[in-house]
């Protein structure tokens, strides 16, 4: 049977790219939606190195109200949305938040006006497990408390979260799953496609990768005074295949009514933490390359721990996440490699 057409805001990006495999993989046709401000067309050779599908692709902004209606007017039938659009660096948050709250919020803002009217029956929103801020205790489930966002770019993840509520709460009539990303990391495993981020990395496995390739001189380890065992940070890296997996079991439950609630929220982590020096051990480990690293201060803002507890997508879902830690940090490794013999990196 013919599938339903999926739209896909931000296909192009780290998280969105794997995703876009994986519905293909489950025969959904995808159009994809994106600006390329974090990401590049090449990313779609990548898509269809692996699927042998290329996804239909519109280079718009999400922001643009006319733009999405023309892409609803283009391609007719779609019935679910997986909305990734975003701009997603902490930092760059604090610096510049109208750019954030402008972005990720107007972005949502007009999927949701617009999907009663061309009906769509559901949308699926990347949040985060910073909404849970530092947690008073781990694994930390879906009813933990929220705490205050500490950027903007967390504020506006507590944000879309209430305004899909709203939205639904009021009638709209189309479903929600909201699904709590931990830490995504890692590449497909044939390095097709990858995390490729813009300048400088913040996140640690992009900066360790390219320290071990020689691109960075040493990793800096924020801290090792933590309330830990080994004193750094602990967090719960997810392998980002598994986690696009989940997007297509999301989007199956809301196509096929399968639950009786209009909004789901789930945490995606694999309820394992990790350190900071833990992960190092386990690249070096995984690959047999070193990662010249020291311990320098803590970063402003960093959370000491957080990890989740996965069993409500574990039983709901039927989702868990299954790639061990050390084939996850070779498949971030090939990714570097493949960056490299492209000259990118
Ligand atoms: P990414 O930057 O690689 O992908 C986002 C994509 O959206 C990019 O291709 C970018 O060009 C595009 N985009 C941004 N604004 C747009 C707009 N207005 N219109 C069209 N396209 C636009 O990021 P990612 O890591 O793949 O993250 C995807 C989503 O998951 C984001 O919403 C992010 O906040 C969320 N998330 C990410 C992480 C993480 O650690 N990577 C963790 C939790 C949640
Ligand atoms: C992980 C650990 C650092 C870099 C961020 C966002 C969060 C979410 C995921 C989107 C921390 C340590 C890092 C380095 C280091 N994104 N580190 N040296 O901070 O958990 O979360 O990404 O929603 O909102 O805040 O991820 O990869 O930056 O850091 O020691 O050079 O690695 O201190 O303990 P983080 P990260």
Redesign the pocket.
């Known amino acids: 049977m013919k599938k339903d057409r999926i739209l896909v805001t931000g296909g192009t990006g780290y998280i969105g790219s794997h995703t876009v495999v994986e519905l293909q993989k489950a025969g959904y046709p995808v159009v994809i939606i994106d600006n390329l401000s974090n990401s590049n067309r090449e990313v779609l050779d990548g898509i269809e190195r692996i699927s042998g599908i290329r996804p239909d692709f519109v280079e718009a902004d999400c922001t643009d109200l006319n733009a999405l209606k023309k892409l609803f007017a283009d391609y007719p039938g779609i019935k679910g949305i997986i909305n990734f659009a975003a701009s997603?660096a902490?930092g760059e948050s604090v610096e510049k938040p109208i750019l954030y709250y402008r972005n990720n919020l107007n972005t949502l803002l007009n999927l949701l006006d617009l999907m009663g009217p061309n009906g769509v029956k559901g949308i699926v929103f990347?949040?985060?497990?910073?909404v849970y801020g530092e947690p008073d205790q781990n694994p930390v489930t879906e009813q933990s408390p929220i705490k205050k966002a500490t950027?903007p770019?967390?504020n506006t993840?507590q944000i879309s979260e209430e305004i899909i509520t709203d939205v639904i709460t009021s009638g709209a009539p189309f479903k929600s799953v909201i699904l709590r990303?931990?830490?995504?990391?890692g590449a497909h495993p044939s390095a097709e496609i990858g995390e490729l981020p813009n300048g400088v990395?913040?996140?640690?496995?992009?900066?360790?990768t390219q320290t071990a390739m020689g691109i960075r001189k040493e990793?800096?380890?924020?801290?090792d005074d933590y309330n830990t065992p080994d004193g750094?940070?602990?967090?719960d890296y997810i392998n980002v295949v598994d986690l696009a997996k989940a997007h297509v079991i999301a989007v199956e439950r809301m196509l096929n009514d399968a639950s009786e609630d209009k909004i789901e929220i789930f945490n995606l982590g694999t309820g394992l933490g990790t350190?900071?020096l833990g992960?190092i051990d386990a690249f070096e480990r995984s690959t047999g390359v070193k990662v010249p690293h020291k311990i320098?201060g803590?970063?402003a803002?960093?959370?000491e721990k957080?990890w989740a507890d996965p069993s409500h997508a574990n039983n709901v879902l039927g989702w868990k996440a299954e790639t061990s830690l050390d084939d996850t940090m070779r498949s971030a490794w090939a990714w570097q490699l493949k960056l490299r013999e492209r000259g990118i990196m």
């Open positions: 997603k902490v990347s949040s985060s497990c910073t950027s770019y967390g993840k990303y931990f830490n995504p990391i990395p913040q996140n640690l496995v992009p900066y360790l990793l800096s380890v924020f801290g750094s940070c602990i967090r350190s900071v992960l320098v803590r970063r803002g960093d959370i957080v």
